[in-house]
């Protein structure tokens, strides 16, 4: 078949196809979009477009990203907000160089791991001031623009602090999202006041504003990150958590800093996967890589037993790496180059077994021979490139939101572990473990694709499963997110819980078939259909023949994906 589809007359002067999707991906929820200029992709439209104003009007990549950013702590503040923390791996055109941000925060000073031994808590809990870290995602912003930006944080509040203060409707997906957290918002004077306006949270279409987080954004944009760090949102952050039994103190505050940190990549079918090093999750997406690029992927197909056994099993050996040693660098001794050494690969790979399922994966040894989420990317006319991602931790964080502020505290905190051995314990002034990460590829030293896929534990999973889409099955960047995922869930984690036993479980989206299920249960797999879909993604590649921007977003979310 030539691939070549004859118009056929639809009446009133147009021609429609006779395929609603093109021949070779009928199932793609929509074309990919492409631009020449600049493009902005996000999981909600309203800031896809303020990001895609600013580069129209003269702004670059890092600009767009913190103008996105910040309207999606509006629009989406369930995921996100100035509440949580935030990283960005950015490729400088101008200087040719990649450069990456850990705009995390650390956990309170005065709050030692006795604490939760006196009080018989074993593990810290979700719901509480316990869990809070300070908030990076405002200093992150500020240092995004002193390094790569070109206009000024009151510049790139104004979107957000007008749409704040005259209101947004609410879409589909996260009104879903915002009516699931609605009683654990009960709960707390500040969240209720904030975020169910009337006793109840914004159905569907509704419009909802938010005057606090207006405010919020207004004293940043005259005072700076200082009206954050050491003025008036500081003094009602703290009086918060003195009456709710938080320990952050100002000093806590005034002590924050971002940091700059160089990513980390593997080499992948000829193309170079940057991650940034722990205190993320993202080496577990080039452990992972490392193992598939042993087989002949390409071969087993999409969807396929061989391909989703593999993949489980490959992720089972990355995650047991990821429980045992990944921590806060400045604080822990993590073999960063050893996990993702192509050697200590070799040796992960001979522990699958392709006719079984494994169960209670040990980590290995990487120094045997060698000594809810929101995800925004933007790429500029001058292809700099702005990889961005941006987290509450669970939905709504803490679920607390301090009176007067118009934002929850993340509750990130809760992915330490109380284990005193662990390199990821508790201890005062230190960066917890973190799930969020940005993603970048490049090809012969250029940026190829910029991306990400929002979900806790699914994001390298997730990361992994666009790539293999697109490097070994040929697929276009919209087709790549939208192929049906899987998921495994019950591997150890950084927290300190064991394994689940039996190895986890399996879970698989709709147009995984049911044969599928049935050979994948016959190798030792517990698998589940997903009630829901799971993972958030957005990608921009950048063609390198045609420099031609071809960006996708998240058929799973309400996003959009913008260009000019």
């Known amino acids: 078949?030539?691939?070549?589809?004859?118009?056929?007359?639809?009446?009133?002067?147009?021609?429609?196809?006779?395929?609603?999707?093109?021949?070779?991906?009928?199932?793609?929820?929509?074309?990919?979009?492409?631009?020449?200029?600049?493009?902005?992709?996000?999981?909600?439209?309203?800031?896809?477009?303020?990001?895609?104003?600013?580069?129209?009007?003269?702004?670059?990549?890092?600009?767009?990203?913190?103008?996105?950013?910040?309207?999606?702590g509006l629009v989406e503040p369930m995921s996100c907000g100035i509440g949580g923390d935030l990283f960005v791996i950015y490729w400088d055109h101008a200087k040719q160089s990649l450069t990456g941000l850990n705009a995390s925060g650390r956990s309170p000073q005065h709050l030692t791991r006795d604490l939760f031994l006196e009080r018989e808590?074993?593990?810290?809990?979700?719901?509480?001031?316990?869990?809070?870290?300070?908030?990076?995602?405002?200093?992150?912003?500020?240092?995004?623009?002193?390094r790569h930006g070109s206009r000024s944080l009151k510049e790139l509040l104004a979107p957000s602090i007008q749409t704040a203060q005259e209101g947004f409707p609410v879409p589909e997906v996260i009104a879903g999202y915002w009516s699931s957290a609605a009683n654990a918002l009960s709960k707390w004077p500040g969240s209720a006041h904030t975020y169910l306006p009337g006793g109840a949270p914004p159905a569907e279409g509704a419009l909802f504003k938010n005057p606090e987080l207006a405010e919020s954004y207004r004293l940043i944009a005259e005072q700076g990150i200082q009206a954050f760090y050491e003025g008036p949102i500081t003094e009602k952050i703290l009086a918060c958590s003195d009456d709710v039994g938080g320990f952050l103190s100002?000093?806590?505050?005034?002590?924050?800093?971002?940091?700059?940190?160089?990513?980390?990549?593997?080499?992948?079918?000829?193309?170079?996967?940057?991650?940034?090093?722990?205190?993320?999750?993202?080496?577990?997406?080039?452990?992972?890589?490392?193992?598939?690029?042993?087989?002949?992927i390409a071969a087993m197909g999409p969807k396929s037993v061989d391909w989703i056994h593999l993949f489980t099993e490959a992720k089972k050996l990355a995650f047991a790496d990821r429980a045992r040693f990944y921590a806060d660098m400045s604080m822990a001794d993590v073999p960063v180059e050893e996990l993702i050494s192509k050697e200590y690969a070799r040796r992960q790979n001979q522990r699958i077994d392709m006719q079984k399922a494994a169960t209670n994966v040990a980590p290995g040894d990487p120094r045997l021979s060698m000594g809810d989420t929101i995800y925004l990317t933007v790429v500029d006319k001058d292809r700099n490139c702005c990889s961005l991602i941006q987290s509450n931790f669970h939905g709504f964080g803490s679920k607390i939101a301090p009176p007067g502020v118009g934002f929850v505290m993340q509750n990130r905190g809760a992915l330490f572990t109380l284990e005193v051995d662990h390199p990821n314990?508790?201890?005062?002034?230190?960066?917890?473990?973190?799930?969020?990460?940005?993603?970048?590829?490049?090809?012969?030293?250029?940026?190829?694709?910029?991306?990400?896929?929002?979900?806790?534990?699914?994001?390298?999973?997730?990361?992994?499963?666009?790539?293999?889409?697109?490097?070994?099955?040929?697929?276009?960047?919209?087709?790549?997110?939208?192929?049906?995922?899987?998921?495994?869930?019950?591997?150890?984690?950084?927290?300190?819980?064991?394994?689940?036993?039996?190895?986890?479980?399996?879970?698989?989206?709709?147009?995984?078939?049911?044969?599928?299920?049935?050979?994948?249960?016959?190798?030792?797999?517990?698998?589940?259909?997903?009630?829901?879909a799971f993972g958030g993604y957005q990608g921009i590649r950048i063609d390198p023949e045609t420099n031609i921007l071809h960006g996708a977003t998240e058929s799973r979310k309400d996003g959009a994906v913008v260009g000019y």
């Open 121 to 146: 808590i074993s593990q810290i809990p979700l719901n509480s001031p316990l869990s809070w870290s300070v908030p990076g995602c405002v200093d992150g912003w500020q240092e995004l623009l002193n």
């Open 1 to 72: 078949m030539s691939g070549h589809v004859t118009p056929v007359h639809s009446g009133e002067g147009g021609h429609r196809s006779e395929y609603a999707r093109p021949a070779r991906y009928p199932h793609q929820s929509r074309s990919v979009q492409m631009a020449s200029h600049g493009m902005v992709a996000t999981s909600h439209p309203l800031a896809a477009q303020v990001g895609l104003d600013i580069l129209q009007s003269g702004g670059n990549a890092a600009d767009a990203g913190v103008a996105t950013s910040a309207m999606m």
């Open 425 to 532: 314990v508790y201890e005062p002034g230190k960066r917890p473990f973190h799930t969020i990460i940005p993603a970048m590829v490049t090809k012969d030293g250029k940026p190829w694709f910029c991306f990400g896929v929002m979900g806790g534990d699914m994001q390298p999973q997730g990361h992994v499963q666009v790539l293999v889409n697109m490097l070994d099955f040929g697929m276009n960047v919209q087709m790549a997110g939208d192929l049906a995922r899987v998921s495994h869930t019950g591997s150890p984690t950084p927290t300190g819980l064991p394994e689940e036993e039996g190895g986890g479980e399996l879970l698989v989206e709709p147009g995984i078939d049911d044969e599928t299920i049935r050979q994948l249960e016959q190798r030792g797999h517990r698998v589940r259909r997903a009630v829901g």
């Open 250 to 296: 100002h000093a806590d505050f005034t002590e924050h800093t971002s940091e700059w940190i160089d990513p980390v990549s593997t080499n992948y079918r000829g193309y170079d996967v940057w991650e940034l090093p722990p205190n993320g999750q993202g080496i577990a997406a080039l452990e992972i890589l490392n193992i598939l690029e042993q087989h002949n």
